[in-house]
């Protein structure tokens, strides 16, 4: 059975840090772009960071870049997310994709998880 699985989410002070997991089930993530993306209530879901299969490369949207870092290891089917200096604006599910295209959309994921929520507030 094909599943992702996300982890780590809570309730954090703003300025704090989070470290988000997705471990793959069912296939291997070594040929797929891993994706995380997010949806805060009330609004669209939105890409946040994507990573190339072979980890050279990855897409941050502006509004995390320098906060926020991908990871992917393979060895172990899984993905990270580390999210430093949170705000609260970056309240959200958080959700795991994968893909085998070179891509970073959701509309060409292939597998999704269920989501992690993350809180952030004081």
């Known amino acids: 059975q094909v599943q992702l699985v996300e982890s780590g989410g809570g309730l954090v002070q703003p300025g704090g840090s989070l470290r988000l997991s997705c471990e793959a089930s069912?296939?291997?993530?070594?040929?797929?772009?891993i994706g995380w993306f997010r949806q805060a209530p009330g609004k669209e879901r939105e890409g946040v960071s994507c990573?190339?299969?072979?980890?050279?490369?990855?897409y941050y949207a502006d509004s995390v870049k320098g906060r926020f870092t991908i990871s992917r290891d393979n060895a172990k089917n899984r993905a990270y997310l580390q999210m430093n200096s949170l705000r609260p604006e970056d309240t959200a599910v958080y959700y795991c994709?994968?893909?085998?295209?070179?891509?970073?959309?959701?509309?060409?994921?292939?597998?999704w998880g269920k989501g992690t929520l993350v809180t952030v507030s004081s």
């Open positions: 994709a994968a893909s085998p295209a070179y891509v970073c959309k959701a509309d060409d994921m292939d597998y």
């Open positions: 990573i190339g299969n072979s980890a050279g490369t990855a």
């Open positions: 069912g296939f291997t993530l070594d040929y797929y772009v």
